[in-house]
């Protein structure tokens, strides 16, 4: 499940990892906890990760925080039409831990 491999990416990485499985708790969570970036998957069952991303990125109190999308789109597929083009987004068909790392360094999150 790409999910559990994200969460040992990171947490490998030194970060603390917050997993939540509904779009409302990711609502609560972030809003409160103001976690240094969130990272959904793009196509989800109900409220997308696309959705998440535009709601967040709409929201005065969450609109600086980095948005990470898990997709196998290309940013021009249809699919992600609607995702805000400052949402970051990372290919499942490449190599996660390579991906994971360029999004990081990009963001000025990557912990050394």
Known sequence: MLGREVTVQ???????VVTV??????FETVI????????ASAV???VS??????DFGAMKSTRNIPFVLFTSFKRA??????????ATLIQHDRDLD?????????????IH
């Open 98 to 110: 390579d991906e994971i790392t360029q999004v990081l360094e990009g963001s000025g999150l990557l």
């Open 10 to 16: 990171l947490y490998n990485r030194g970060y603390h």
């Open 32 to 39: 409160r906890t103001r976690p240094d970036t969130i990272v």
């Open 21 to 26: 499985v509904s779009p409302m708790e990711a």
């Open 49 to 54: 990760g696309i959705e998440l991303a535009c």
């Open 44 to 46: 989800v069952e109900g």
């Open 77 to 86: 597929h249809p699919e992600l039409r609607e995702s805000p083009e400052k």
